[in-house]
Nanobody
């Protein structure tokens, strides 16, 4: 079983930065990949970023253009999402999720269906 708890959301202005945290509780965290997603009202859940906890490439949505950075702290079992130059259209609930880092993950990391465990989400609101 995996538990994820996000924090760090809030209200910011366009152009501001915000850092989200996701504390992961898992027996063998190195078996998992972590995904960040967001969901705006009335829209589908959207892929933001993903990486294997055991190392390797970090994936990002094309639209982010280098403004977001995903990272982790092994000593704290915590994943982070640093978001810079935020835009009003990026207002959403942001989620972290965990999936077993199988071969399927390599192909399907952008799909929310790939992830079995989800945090409760944290609201990010960007005002114009």
């Amino acid at each position: 079983q995996v538990q994820l708890v996000e924090s760090g959301g809030g209200l910011v202005q366009a152009g501001d930065s915000l850092s989200l945290s996701c504390v992961v509780s898992a027996d063998t965290i190195r078996r998992y990949a972590i995904g960040w997603f967001r969901q705006a009202p009335g829209k589908e859940r959207e892929f933001v970023s993903a990486f294997r906890w055991n190392g390797g490439r970090t994936y990002y949505a094309d639209s982010l253009k280098g403004r977001f950075t995903a990272s982790k702290d092994n000593s704290k079992n915590t994943a982070y999402l640093q978001m810079n130059n935020l835009r009003p259209e990026e207002t959403a609930v942001y989620y972290c999720a965990a999936a077993l880092a199988t071969i399927d993950y390599t192909t399907n990391y952008r799909s929310p269906r790939q992830y079995d465990f989800w945090g409760q989400g944290t609201q990010v609101t960007v005002s114009s």
